[in-house]
């Protein structure tokens, strides 16, 4: 079985230019999270799918972000324009139900440098 | 404000010996608790959770102890072996925060044969 696959696994644009990362996740898991770790620092939640809605977008830093699910399969996740203190990892994760009852699969995440 | 926090960046520990990694946490709405393991250039890999409602959990080499009072909660493993080296991330969640996992700032484990 496919794990969580995420693309581009690295990107180095320039500030001020798009960016979109995409993530597969597991076949049949309706859940579907983004998180992004900066500079070494925690792991930040970034927003939750459930099929092709968003759950919960509460981490998103600001508009410049744009996620999006159609049909409830692969998910984008688009920088627009990027700026230097985006640069970080983002990871793409998914599972079948609830966190308590259900793991959540990590993908290798996309690296990202804005220079 | 870090809900969530590993306070020791680093641990060095021998072949063989326990490696205690601690994690706090000052959100007492977090009802379940995660450790994922790390490699670099890898995505996080779940290792073991607890629930709120429980003390302890064990599985294998890998047991997770729980202390609500203290809000405090630690990683055990034992023995500890070389292929454990990695960085170890607490997380949890809250029943009323729906799936989103607060991590911790992460501590790198090494392990020397």
């Known amino acids: 079985e496919a794990g969580v696959t995420q693309f581009p696994s690295h990107s180095v644009i320039e500030k001020g230019q798009t960016v979109t990362l995409r993530c597969d996740p597991i076949?049949?898991?309706?859940?579907l999270y983004w998180y992004r770790r900066v500079m070494g620092k925690e792991i930040k939640f970034l927003l939750h799918f459930v099929k092709e809605s968003k759950q919960d977008e509460s981490g998103m830093p600001n508009n410049r972000f744009l996620a999006e699910r159609t049909g409830g399969t692969y998910s984008t996740l688009k920088v627009q324009p990027a700026e230097l203190e985006d640069s970080g990892v983002y990871f793409c994760?998914?599972?079948?139900?609830?966190?308590?009852?259900?793991?959540?699969?990590f993908g290798e995440g996309s690296w990202l440098t804005v220079v | 404000d870090q809900q969530v926090k590993q306070n020791s960046p680093s641990l060095s520990v021998q072949e063989g010996r326990i490696s205690i990694l601690n994690c706090d946490y000052t959100n007492s709405m977090f009802d379940y608790f995660l450790w994922y393991k790390k490699y670099p250039a890898e995505g996080p890999t779940f290792l073991i959770s607890?629930?709120?409602?429980?003390d302890k959990n064990e599985d294998g080499r890998f047991t997770v102890f729980l202390n609500k009072s203290a809000k405090h909660l630690s990683l055990h493993i034992v023995p500890s072996q070389p292929g454990d080296s990695a960085v170890y991330f607490c997380?949890?969640?809250?029943?009323?925060?729906?799936?989103?996992?607060?991590f911790g700032g992460g501590t790198r484990l090494m392990v020397k044969p």
């Open positions: 607890i629930s709120s409602i429980k």
């Open positions: 994760a998914s599972s079948q139900g609830r966190v308590s009852g259900n793991t959540i699969y």
């Open positions: 076949s049949g898991h309706d859940n």
């Open positions: 997380a949890a969640s809250a029943r009323n925060a729906g799936n989103m996992l607060t």
